[in-house]
């Protein structure tokens, strides 16, 4: 119904930044929440970011805060994570997550999933 596609990840130095983009194609949903997720290496999926339709509220996870900045452009289908200052423990697969019901929700409420981008950082 919905296929995502993330791109934009890579092989950055510790300090650099990244612009990561997801583009959704399908059935459009006006209100859908949007979010990234990480998974590092041995490590289970993590929340990183969610932002509503609107793009008024926002919301990341502690150690993201002051570093990512989600947005979206609604007219491309598109949302992006801007993530600068990075670290070696950013080192993960970054996935594209989307819910046509908007609103703070936990990983397995999600039901469309992209592939994932791979980011590297190294020290």
């Known amino acids: 119904q919905v296929q995502l596609v993330e791109s934009g990840g890579g092989l950055v130095q510790a300090g650099g930044s990244l612009r990561l983009s997801c583009a959704a194609s399908g059935r459009t949903f006006t209100n859908y929440a949007m979010a990234w997720f990480r998974q590092a290496p041995g490590k289970e999926r993590a929340f990183v970011a969610t932002?509503?339709?609107?793009?008024?509220?926002?919301y990341y996870a502690d150690s993201m805060k002051g570093r990512f900045t989600i947005s979206r452009d609604n007219a491309k289908n598109t949302i992006y994570l801007q993530m600068n200052s990075l670290k070696p423990e950013d080192t993960a697969v970054y996935y594209c997550a989307a819910d046509p019901i908007p609103g703070l929700k936990r990983e397995d409420e999600y039901h469309y999933w992209g592939q994932g981008t791979q980011v590297t950082v190294s020290s």
């Open positions: 932002i509503s339709w609107s793009g008024i509220t926002t």
